[in-house]
């Protein structure tokens, strides 16, 4: 049940001096706050560091005066974090962390509310969820809920086993597994766009659309995680979550009610319906890349390899670019190309529906051919949706031009827009599980990427390098389209403002 009032309760973050905790979760429980969406609530910061209340409250401070435009009443939104320095292992600190809350909790009336919040190195899931239980920090009135951080195991079987712990602790409808893709509002808008429309719905299947494409594209290199990514790559990292909960989302069918239950349900059938794979028609169906070096907005950028905690003969792909088929009555035939790097010439995440073409082109005298029309959801940085149609050429002659009908998100609501973390956090204290993934799709997703990992980790790719910083991927690609007569949509041209 998704409680519709203002949730009391008590988030415990575990992983507080992190990065993620410092830019994202501090920055959004200070917005909630400010929208009096929360104000019985207390925060424990739990990390390793040695630290003060008064210096953990000074951190949420810096952090808010960092990242967020609005500077009100943060003292006040401070003095309601505490500190706790914690070793992961030890039942001595959960015993001390449970007398915290618990004082908390009548303090501040919190009606024995729990967030757990794991903000850690996902090898600590499983035993701060067995910690927490056997210490009796789950023991409490009301409810408790874990809040955990991608990645979910590495593969389907370390993903099983992790599971397997966590539910020693929680139920299933108790654990909120982030994918912060689900948090952005255009993706919350794939469903409104097909749903609420009639101009959509209808036409949304085989026989009108001739395929869909998927580019999640970053100008950024590895970073700082390169000890991490090493063991993960771009298939890992990117594909089995957020590109697969995008294709879900596109593939579903209508969810007969608005549900958390009804809609989870209809996008397991869509991954259910994933066709499978075998070992050689993976590289048919699926590309990989690794970035050699090159310039990326003007800067000279070194190539993966030579990157910080990168093997010099990385075998780790920064790209993938793949070629999913959806075997079920609406979308027989409809290749959904989705495509993912690092170090590419834009970043940007986009959607672009491409239909199919009208029967006869009563304009082929104009100079150019007709194009298809396209529906483009731009979800980031831009937010909007771009439709593109033809209509006449103003002028004496029946000709035809493409035009384009764009909807920003920008214009109306920017500032109002909330962050995909502030919508996930509260979400999570309201029990509302509706853009979590729940461990069906997340056991569907990696059996099919364990399908393509299994293949790709026996077989070293030579040719890795194989494209240049600052460019659209690797020219396979390209190929991956064009034997189906199709081509990627250039995205940057596709931009909102063009
Ligand atoms: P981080 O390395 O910056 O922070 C890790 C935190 O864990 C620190 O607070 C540290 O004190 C604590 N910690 C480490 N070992 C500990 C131990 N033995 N006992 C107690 N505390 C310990 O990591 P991060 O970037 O904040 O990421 C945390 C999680 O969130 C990871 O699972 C990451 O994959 C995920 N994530 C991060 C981001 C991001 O933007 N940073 C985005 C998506 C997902």
Redo the contacts with the bound molecule.
């Keep these: 049940m998704i409680e519709e009032n203002q949730p009391s309760v008590l988030i415990m973050i575990?992983?507080?001096?992190?990065?993620?905790?410092?830019?994202?979760l501090f920055p959004s429980i200070y917005r909630l706050f400010q929208k009096e969406k929360i104000n019985k609530f207390a925060v424990v910061g739990?990390?390793?560091?040695e630290l003060s209340n008064d210096e953990f409250q000074a951190n949420v401070k810096e952090s808010i005066l960092t990242f967020t435009k609005e500077q009100e009443n943060v003292d006040e939104f401070a003095s309601h974090f505490y500190y706790h320095s914690?070793?992961?292992?030890s039942s001595e600190s959960y015993i001390q962390l449970k007398d915290i809350a618990d004082r908390l909790d009548s303090h501040y009336q919190l009606e024995g509310n729990r967030v757990f919040y794991?903000?850690?190195?996902?090898e600590?899931f499983g035993t701060i969820a067995e910690q927490v239980k056997e210490q009796g920090l789950t023991d409490t009135n009301g409810y408790k809920r874990l809040v955990i951080?991608?990645?979910f195991g590495h593969s389907f079987e370390s993903a099983l086993e992790l599971n397997k712990r966590i539910r020693t602790a929680f139920e299933e409808d108790e654990v909120y597994r982030?994918d912060?893709y689900l948090g952005k509002e255009m993706v919350q808008n794939i469903e409104v766009i097909r749903f609420a429309n009639a101009l959509f719905e209808p036409l949304w299947n085989s026989r009108y659309i001739s395929n869909i494409q998927v580019t999640s594209s970053e100008t950024l290199g590895v970073e700082e995680r390169g000890r991490?990514y090493e063991t993960s790559g771009a298939l890992r990292d990117m594909v089995q979550n957020h590109m697969l909960q995008m294709v879900a989302l596109l593939a579903m069918e209508p969810p007969i009610r608005l549900t958390t239950e009804e809609i989870r349900s209809e996008k397991v059938r869509a991954l259910r319906s994933l066709r499978p794979m075998t070992k050689e028609e993976v590289n048919q169906y699926f590309v990989r890349g690794q970035y050699g070096a090159g310039t990326v907005n003007q800067e000279n950028v070194p190539e993966y390899r030579t990157e910080h905690n990168v093997d010099p003969e990385s075998n780790t792909e920064t790209f993938v670019a793949g070629k999913l088929m959806i075997d079920n009555f609406r979308w027989a035939g409809v290749p959904f190309y989705i495509r993912t790097g690092k170090r590419m010439d834009i970043k940007s995440t986009k959607i672009v529906v491409q239909f199919k073409d009208i029967p006869m082109n009563l304009y082929y005298n104009t100079e150019e051919t007709l194009q298809p029309n396209l529906l483009v959801i731009h979800i980031q940085p831009e937010e909007g949706i771009t439709l593109l149609l033809n209509a006449k050429k103003t002028g004496g002659d029946v000709k035809s031009t493409p035009v384009q009908l764009s909807y920003s998100n920008k214009s109306t609501d920017q500032l109002n827009t909330p962050e995909a973390y502030e919508k996930l956090l509260f979400a999570s204290m309201r029990g509302d599980a509706t853009n979590f993934t729940h461990w069906d799709e997340v056991a569907l997703s990696w059996k099919f990427v364990d399908s393509i990992s299994e293949v790709w980790e026996n077989t070293k790719e030579s040719s890795f390098p194989n494209y240049e910083a600052g460019t659209s991927g690797p020219r396979p690609a390209d190929e991956l389209l064009e034997s189906d007569g199709h081509f990627w949509w250039p995205v940057e041209n596709l931009d909102l403002e063009n």
């Design positions: 575990f992983g507080a001096t992190g990065d993620l905790a410092k830019r994202k739990v990390a390793r560091r914690h070793d992961v292992s794991l903000a850690m190195a996902p600590f951080e991608k990645p982030i912060h991490y």
